[in-house]
Protein backbone atom coordinates (compact mmCIF):
# COMPACT_ATOMS: atom_id res chain seq x y z
CA UNK A 1 0.00 0.00 0.00
CA UNK A 2 1.21 3.68 -0.85
CA UNK A 3 1.75 5.66 1.73
CA UNK A 4 0.56 9.23 1.26
CA UNK A 5 4.34 10.12 0.37
CA UNK A 6 5.20 8.22 -1.90
CA UNK A 7 1.68 8.99 -3.56
CA UNK A 8 2.45 12.43 -3.17
CA UNK A 9 6.65 12.69 -4.86
CA UNK A 10 4.97 9.67 -7.44
CA UNK A 11 2.67 12.53 -8.93
CA UNK A 12 5.32 15.10 -8.58
CA UNK A 13 7.30 12.44 -10.96
CA UNK A 14 4.36 11.59 -13.29
CA UNK A 15 3.68 15.52 -13.89
CA UNK A 16 7.08 16.39 -14.36
CA UNK A 17 7.27 13.21 -17.18
CA UNK A 18 3.84 14.65 -19.05
CA UNK A 19 5.52 18.30 -18.75
CA UNK A 20 8.31 16.94 -20.82
CA UNK A 21 6.33 14.84 -23.30
CA UNK A 22 3.97 18.36 -23.98
CA UNK A 23 6.90 20.45 -24.43
CA UNK A 24 8.00 17.91 -26.96
CA UNK A 25 4.88 17.38 -28.43
CA UNK A 26 4.66 21.14 -29.02
CA UNK A 27 8.35 21.63 -30.37
CA UNK A 28 7.66 19.52 -32.92
CA UNK A 29 3.86 20.19 -33.74
CA UNK A 30 3.43 21.86 -37.41
CA UNK A 31 -0.18 22.57 -37.02
CA UNK A 32 -0.22 26.25 -34.72
CA UNK A 33 -3.46 26.11 -33.10
CA UNK A 34 -2.71 22.48 -31.95
CA UNK A 35 0.66 23.94 -31.25
CA UNK A 36 -0.92 26.47 -28.60
CA UNK A 37 -3.37 23.99 -27.09
CA UNK A 38 -0.83 21.53 -26.02
CA UNK A 39 1.23 24.46 -24.88
CA UNK A 40 -2.00 25.28 -22.57
CA UNK A 41 -2.25 21.75 -21.54
CA UNK A 42 1.74 22.12 -20.72
CA UNK A 43 1.16 25.21 -18.77
CA UNK A 44 -2.12 23.65 -16.73
CA UNK A 45 0.58 20.72 -15.73
CA UNK A 46 3.26 23.02 -14.39
CA UNK A 47 1.11 24.71 -12.24
CA UNK A 48 -0.17 21.44 -11.41
CA UNK A 49 3.70 20.25 -10.25
CA UNK A 50 3.92 23.62 -8.39
CA UNK A 51 1.08 22.63 -6.57
CA UNK A 52 2.05 19.04 -5.82
CA UNK A 53 5.81 20.94 -5.28
CA UNK A 54 4.53 22.95 -2.78
CA UNK A 55 2.88 20.05 -0.58
CA UNK A 56 5.78 17.81 -0.58
CA UNK A 57 7.79 21.02 0.72
CA UNK A 58 5.41 21.45 3.15
CA UNK A 59 5.39 17.57 4.26
CA UNK A 60 9.41 17.32 4.02
CA UNK A 61 8.84 14.91 1.29
CA UNK A 62 10.73 16.70 -0.88
CA UNK A 63 13.65 19.32 -0.28
CA UNK A 64 14.94 20.98 -3.11
CA UNK A 65 18.10 21.82 -3.89
CA UNK A 66 19.52 25.26 -2.65
CA UNK A 67 19.17 28.81 -4.57
CA UNK A 68 21.85 28.66 -7.28
CA UNK A 69 24.74 31.66 -7.07
CA UNK A 70 23.34 34.81 -8.57
CA UNK A 71 27.26 34.60 -10.28
CA UNK A 72 26.13 31.27 -11.73
CA UNK A 73 22.70 32.39 -12.78
CA UNK A 74 24.19 35.47 -14.38
CA UNK A 75 26.90 33.73 -16.25
CA UNK A 76 23.90 30.92 -17.64
CA UNK A 77 21.76 33.43 -18.34
CA UNK A 78 23.91 35.50 -20.83
CA UNK A 79 25.44 32.56 -22.21
CA UNK A 80 21.66 31.62 -23.39
CA UNK A 81 21.54 34.58 -24.02
CA UNK A 82 24.19 34.15 -26.85
CA UNK A 83 22.63 31.21 -27.96
CA UNK A 84 18.99 32.90 -28.42
CA UNK A 85 20.18 36.32 -29.73
CA UNK A 86 23.66 35.52 -32.10
CA UNK A 87 24.57 38.57 -34.04
Known sequence: ???EKEMTLDALDVTK???????QAATECSNSALRQTILQI????EQSQQQ????AQTR???IPAP???????NLI?????????PN
Open 60 to 62: QYY
Open 52 to 55: IGQL
Open 67 to 73: PANPQDV
Open 42 to 45: RNQY
Open 17 to 23: TEIVGLT
Open 1 to 3: MYT
Open 77 to 85: TQFLSGISN
